[in-house]
T-cell receptor
Framework: GENVEQHPSTLSVQEGDSAVIKCTYSDSASNYFPWYKQELGKRPQLIIDIRSNVGEKKDQRIAVTLNKTAKHFSLHITETQPEDSAVYFCAANAGNMLTFGGGTRLMVKP | DAGVIQSPRHEVTEMGQEVTLRCKPISGHDYLFWYRQTMMRGLELLIYFNNNVPIDDSGMPEDRFSAKMPNASFSTLKIQPSEPRDSAVYFC????????????FGEGSWLTVV
């Protein structure tokens, strides 16, 4: 089945700096790659997703890039703010299921 | 829409007791997923349903776990008997046909087995 690896597991940045989280996947048939943000004690919520027919997608301060050949995709957050502090999960579909990465705890220091 | 609704939000139970977690998916969604989240194992898919039919239960840890979806608006996850290692947050999620459609999570059921 699908295996999704996510790095780093923790990331600490200064407010205003950029943050990058990287994921690799194993199933070459995967074609949908969402990113979820989970604040402490809350549910995971979708923040952005990308499909295999595009290489990059942006939404204000967040962007995701996809390299299908290398089977990796990344989340980029620019001009980080304290409210960006959370755990971020990448995921890839395998058939009708989503497999999640292990999560990255992002801490933005004011 | 109120989103995916789960109950109970929090449950503390003694080892050996039966636990039943409940979920109401978003109206019209035809996929329903049960996930378990722990610090050690992250987000694990336990089982998912399509049009009320279980499709893949390979993530269910053992026979103590069972899940049902008697109709399009209700699902249960049952643990009998419960053990301390079952302590986790259990999320229910739903979506329109996947892949490629957003999966919406419920608030989760926080289970503690003592």
């Amino acid at each position: 089945g699908e295996n999704v690896e996510q790095h780093p597991s923790t990331l600490s940045v200064q407010e205003g700096d950029s943050a990058v989280i990287k994921c690799t996947y194993s199933d070459s048939a995967s074609n949908y790659f969402p990113w979820y943000k989970q604040e402490l004690g809350k549910r995971p919520q979708l923040i952005i997703d990308i499909r295999s027919n595009v290489g990059e997608k942006k939404d204000q301060r967040i962007a995701v890039t996809l390299n299908k050949t290398a089977k990796h995709f990344s989340l980029h957050i620019t001009e980080t703010q304290p409210e960006d502090s959370a755990v971020y999960f990448c995921a890839a579909n395998a058939g009708n299921m989503l497999t999640f990465g292990g999560g990255t705890r992002l801490m933005v220091k004011p | 829409d109120a989103g995916v609704i789960q109950s109970p939000r929090h449950e503390v139970t003694e080892m050996g007791q039966e636990v039943t977690l409940r979920c109401k998916p978003i109206s019209g969604h035809d996929y329903l997923f049960w996930y378990r989240q722990t610090m050690m194992r992250g987000l694990e898919l336990l089982i998912y349903f399509n049009n009320n039919v279980p499709i893949d239960d390979s993530g269910m840890p053992e026979d103590r776990f069972s899940a049902k979806m008697p109709n399009a608006s209700f699902s249960t996850l049952k643990i009998q008997p419960s053990e301390p290692r079952d302590s986790a947050v259990y999320f229910c999620a739903s979506s329109f046909s996947v892949p490629g459609n957003t999966i919406y999570f419920g608030e989760g059921s926080w289970l503690t087995v003592v």
